[in-house]
């Protein structure tokens, strides 16, 4: 069997970033079950740089993200990746929304998001004439990136470093190896390693499983969460991002502007749990509806000619009624799997961290 120092299970933002980190000092193979990078949630969402205001203290989240925002920023400047620092707004369309604008407005001052500013509704619709509001709050340090750009480039850069890129190669199990892990894939090649990461995104709690954790007892088991966008062809530019505050059930960010770094604009994300585990990416224009309604209350644009666009869908450990959950990014020491380091639930500010969560996975491995 051949032996590498390093596997790393999925070729998304997270284990692009990972494996451009990593081939530096280590030998490292990565497995991809599609003919390419990038073919799952990396390339089906906003693309939007958050800034850290939404989440808890102290959280994963938060920290990556901060640390991803200015990572990335930096990243995608040397790089010439295409990318716009254009800020946003979460705006309240409604006096009810304003309390939970100040609440976030507060959470994100005790997260130390740079720049944050309350604005009234003037100063909105001056930014961005198409859109209506009655306050909200200014995001400078939030903007957008073109996903493909980052990971075509990370991907280069771990090719120069040596590391080998195996696509078609689906992982179907994970076994202990010596002191290291063998990994197995369907048409039955194995490969072995000292370190495994799992960055397998919509499928991770599946090759956490393959490896012999028990996914209901450790609470990794994936809840599937999709979210559509559709566009408005009498919508053609908009200046910066527009939020509205977000699902009190915490499933979703909102319906927003979704900018392309090219100048186009869609609308969504909806949010929605799939009754199967599985990627199915076709739209359900039973929503359509309920999209038409909230986009229409913060533009003034007509937006009724609304058709669908594209979709994604989120990697939750959050099932439908439960409280915030954090990324889970950990050394699975204390299962008996020393170095096998799972990254589970890596949805939504997954992209912006992409290159700090390698960094902090990184600094997991033990000797
Ligand atoms: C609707 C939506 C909007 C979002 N908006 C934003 C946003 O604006 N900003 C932001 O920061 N984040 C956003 N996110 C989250 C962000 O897209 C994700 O956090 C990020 O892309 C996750 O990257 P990943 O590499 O972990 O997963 P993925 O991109 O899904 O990559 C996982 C890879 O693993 C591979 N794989 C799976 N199973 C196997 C296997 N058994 N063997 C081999 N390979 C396997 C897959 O083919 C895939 O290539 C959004 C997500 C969604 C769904």
């Known amino acids: 069997m051949d032996h590498t120092d390093i596997i790393i299970i999925g070729a998304g933002a997270v284990g692009l970033a990972l494996v451009a980190r990593l081939s530096v000092k280590y030998s490292v193979v990565v497995l991809e079950m599609e003919e390419s990078f990038g073919r799952h949630t990396s390339s089906r969402n906003s693309e939007t740089?958050?800034?850290?205001?939404?989440y808890p203290q102290n959280s994963l989240k938060t920290k990556l993200s901060l640390r991803g925002n200015e990572l990335l920023y930096r990243f995608m400047k040397e790089n010439d990746i295409a990318h716009n620092r254009c800020g946003k707004y979460i705006i309240a369309s409604s006096e009810d929304e304003i309390p939970e604008i100040e609440r976030l407005y507060k959470n994100g001052i005790a997260n130390g998001v740079p720049g944050l500013r309350m604005a009234d509704g003037a100063e909105i619709e001056k930014a961005e004439p198409q859109v209506r509001a009655i306050a909200g709050v200014h995001v400078p340090t939030a903007g957008i990136m073109n996903s493909y750009e980052l990971m075509k480039r990370l991907e280069t850069i771990s090719k120069d470093n040596g590391a080998l890129f195996s696509y078609r190669s689906e992982v179907s199990r994970v076994e202990q190896f010596n002191k290291g892990y063998a990994v197995t894939t369907t048409s039955g090649d194995s490969i072995t390693a000292d370190i495994v990461f799992n960055c397998a995104g919509l499928f991770s709690d599946r090759v956490a499983e393959s490896a012999g954790i028990n996914i209901?007892?450790?609470?990794?088991?994936?809840?599937?969460?999709?979210?559509?966008?559709?566009?408005?062809?009498?919508?053609?530019?908009?200046?910066?991002?527009?939020?509205?505050?977000?699902?009190?059930?915490?499933?979703?960010?909102?319906?927003?502007n979704r900018l392309f770094t090219d100048g186009s604009v869609t609308f969504g994300p909806n949010a929605y749990y799939l009754d199967e585990n599985r990627a199915d990416y076709s739209m359900n224009e039973k929503f359509k509806e309920e999209i038409l309604y909230s986009v229409s209350t913060f533009m003034k644009t007509d937006v009724s000619d609304l058709y669908p666009y594209d979709c994604g869908i989120r990697p939750k450990l959050q099932k439908p009624g439960d409280k915030f959950r954090d990324?889970?990014?950990?050394?699975?020491?204390?299962?008996?799997?020393?170095?096998?380091?799972?990254?589970?639930?890596?949805?939504?500010?997954?992209?912006?961290?992409?290159?700090?969560?390698?960094?902090?996975?990184?600094?997991?491995?033990?000797?």
């Open 327 to 367: 990324f889970v990014i950990t050394n699975e020491t204390s299962c008996g799997l020393k170095n096998f380091i799972n990254l589970i639930g890596i949805e939504s500010p997954g992209l912006t961290s992409c290159l700090a969560i390698a960094e902090y996975a990184s600094s997991l491995i033990e000797d």
């Open 216 to 256: 209901d007892s450790m609470n990794y088991r994936l809840s599937l969460c999709k979210g559509e966008y559709y566009k408005s062809d009498n919508v053609k530019k908009m200046n910066l991002l527009i939020y509205p505050v977000p699902s009190p059930d915490g499933k979703s960010l909102g319906i927003h």
């Open 49 to 54: 740089v958050h800034s850290g205001i939404y």
